[in-house]
Nanobody, 122 residues
């Protein structure tokens, strides 16, 4: 069974940091492009960052310089390091896998995790 599991969310103060993990089971992540998405209440799901099987990375403008995506193929895990968090970063964060697509269109991804909640509040 192909599965993605996110972890690492939580409550953090503005300016703080969190590191999200996306662990895969049932398949090898290094064959896939992985995207991180987020969805806040009442808003559409938006792409945050993605990483290709070759390591190429993309970021949405609002997180450039603050978020870093990386992958550890030995652990079959992709990470999203989030620094200098802002209240507007609060959302449920999802990771997704695609065999061919590297971008921010959710419909192009084949597999999704269940999400992890990130709350940014003082």
């Amino acid at each position: 069974q192909l599965q993605l599991v996110e972890s690492g969310g939580g409550l953090v103060q503005p300016g703080g940091s969190l590191k999200l993990s996306c662990a895969a089971s049932g398949f090898t992540l290094d064959d896939y492009a992985i995207g991180w998405f987020r969805q806040a209440p009442g808003k559409e799901r938006e792409g945050v960052s993605c990483i290709g099987s070759g390591g190429h990375t993309n970021y949405v403008d609002s997180v450039k310089g603050r978020f870093t995506i990386s992958r550890d193929n030995a652990k079959n895990t992709v990470y999203l390091q989030m620094n200098s968090l802002k209240p507007e970063d609060a959302a449920v964060y999802y990771c997704a896998a695609s065999t061919w697509y590297l971008g921010f269109q959710p419909a192009q991804y084949d597999y999704w995790g269940q999400g992890t909640q990130v709350t940014v509040s003082s």
